[in-house]
């Protein structure tokens, strides 16, 4: 499977446009969240899609029973923004489904008992799962006059489901096949792990027993990222606790510029698909010869947690990758310790005193030891994202607490 970070880099992108401006006000989704692919030309929404993939539903938390969970599958389609009903019907966002609270109800009820099965039509977009209340996705019209939707931002405290316990996976199925992942780029809430069979049987984003409280228990104790844990709702990605000020803004001041003095004087070597880049720090760039000449100015630590600013990674085969590899780089603390990136040893992640923690947590508490802690983890294939190019079907489990 190749490495996302030397795919496409739009979904990145995307990520941005919806949560990583969302500080006072939920994000309006422009395009699919963290959309994987784009959907085949010609595509259209219909009862249920050519090519619909089972998905079952698991609730093993333990903590809820069927009758307090709720779905939602939001996303878009051939550049429209759709939900999919109870029924798998594909239908589009409307400002009429707005009720008297200002909100729609696209809440999907679980079965009463046992597994509930569902149709997965062909979109891009995320499956959110509530516990105890329901989510208020709120209809508006987007800047080109379109019906979108607002999506909920659980690191805002004026977000109205701030104080409802809920989480998604995310994901792209189209003809090319289904591309998947669990994420806690904007916060860690619920313990989901997604299977996807077809032509291979995968699992990803399982957590160990008691990951969960190891996750919260772990940030707690790190004092710099003790505030962006909420009660035991949510954990608050560092970067939107930095917005919120709740986190330094000059957290990784001291290891950037160690960083920056260090390859002064020596040379560091990222790989690509593209090739072999070497760099050094001349003047206040850190520029790299190889296939091309890219540069990079000193990031600081708001660009190193969203993996964007300075180590903003275009769609350019060349910049793009080599600015996933730094950014990876810096989040797993490996750059000074490993003059040739990237690092594909994950005993070298996370030991130094200023490094992403909040990250190192999610990675410990799962299984396989794959998460997506930070926007760019899937350098070296540590996210948790699968896929398959012939899927037939998906199971998506709220792991017990």
């Not at 550049?79 to 409307?94: F, K, N, S, Y």
């Not at 330094?248 to 040379?267: H, K, Q």
């Not at 600081?300 to 300075?310: H, M, P, Q, Y």
Request: hydrophobic content about 40%; charged content about 20%; some cysteine.
């Amino acid at each position: 499977m190749t490495p996302r970070h030397q795919r496409s880099l739009s979904r990145r992108k995307v990520l941005f446009a919806l949560g990583g401006a969302a500080v006072a006000a939920p994000a309006v989704a422009a395009l699919a969240p963290h959309a994987l692919a784009k959907s085949p030309a010609g595509t259209k929404a219909a009862a249920t899609a050519a090519g619909s993939l089972p998905l079952t539903v698991v609730n093993n938390s333990g903590s809820f029973d069927n009758a307090s969970v709720h779905l939602y599958i939001v996303g878009n389609q051939d550049g429209r923004q759709v939900r999919v009903t109870p029924d798998g019907t594909l239908a589009p966002i409307a400002l009429s489904d707005n009720g008297a609270d200002g909100f729609t109800d696209y809440a999907i009820s679980l079965a009463g008992s046992g597994e509930t099965r569902l149709s997965l039509p062909y979109m891009s977009g995320r499956v959110y799962v509530a516990l105890g209340g329901k989510l208020k996705f709120k209809a508006v019209t987007d800047g080109n006059g379109d019906a979108a939707l607002q999506y909920p931002a659980g690191w805002v405290t004026s977000d109205p489901d701030y104080g409802v316990l809920h989480d998604c996976a995310e994901f792209t199925y189209n003809s090319a096949g289904m591309f998947c992942n669990t994420t806690m780029v904007d916060m860690f809430s619920l313990p989901l792990s997604i299977r996807l069979t077809g032509s291979a049987d995968q699992t990803t984003g399982a957590f160990r027993e008691g990951g969960r409280r190891a996750v919260f228990d772990a940030v707690r104790q790190v004092e710099a990222f003790s505030r962006l844990v909420v009660d035991d709702t949510r954990i608050i990605a560092p970067g939107h606790g930095l917005d919120s000020g709740l986190f330094a803004e000059d957290y990784l001041a001291p290891y950037i510029d160690e960083v920056w003095s260090t390859y002064t004087g020596r040379d560091l070597r990222i790989t690509t698909n593209a090739g072999t880049f070497t760099g050094r720090v001349r003047g206040d760039r850190f520029t790299f010869d190889g296939p091309a000449q890219v540069s990079f100015g000193k990031p600081s630590t708001r660009d190193v947690l969203f993996c964007d600013g300075a180590l903003a990674a275009p769609n350019d085969g060349t910049t793009g990758p080599v600015a996933a590899v730094l950014g990876a780089g810096f989040n797993r603390s490996t750059l000074l310790s490993h003059p040739d990136q990237p690092t594909t040893d994950a005993s070298a992640f996370y030991r130094t005193e200023l490094t992403n923690h909040y990250s190192k947590a999610v990675h410990t508490a799962t299984q396989d030891g794959k998460a997506y802690g930070f926007a760019f983890d899937d350098v070296a294939d540590f996210a948790s994202y699968i896929q398959d190019t012939a899927p037939t079907g998906l199971r998506l489990t709220l792991s017990p607490f």
